[in-house]
């Protein structure tokens, strides 16, 4: 059985900082690109950065800079780290993972802008 499972939401100040993980299991982490996207009240879903298998980013203009997605092949884990937060990343922050014919879904964990 496949499980996306992200951690380490919470409540931070403006400026503060968060490192999401994201674990995958029941199947073979190494070959899928790993996403976070976030969803924030009465908006829709938004990419904020992907990583390929072979480590290659991409990332959301609003977070560059701030945010740096990596990944842990022997921990089968995406990290998603926060720096500089602003009230506008307010919001539940989920992760996927990627192939050419598959995609699997978190249930998602909520930052929230503490002011």
């Known amino acids: 059985q496949v499980q996306v499972v992200e951690s380490g939401g919470g409540l931070v100040q403006p400026g503060g900082s968060l490192r999401l993980s994201c674990a995958l299991s029941?199947?073979?982490?190494?070959?899928?690109?790993m996403g976070w996207y976030r969803q924030a009240p009465g908006k829709q879903r938004e990419l904020v950065a992907t990583i390929t298998s072979s480590g290659s980013t991409n990332a959301a203009d609003s977070v560059k800079g701030r945010f740096t997605i990596s990944r842990d092949n022997a921990k089968n884990t995406v990290y998603l780290q926060m720096n500089s937060l602003k009230p506008e990343d307010t919001a539940v922050y989920y992760c996927?993972?990627?192939?050419?014919?598959?995609?699997?879904w978190g249930q998602g964990t909520q930052v929230t802008d503490s002011s």
């Open positions: 996927n993972a990627r192939s050419s014919t598959l995609i699997w």
């Open positions: 029941g199947t073979l982490f190494s070959i899928y690109t």
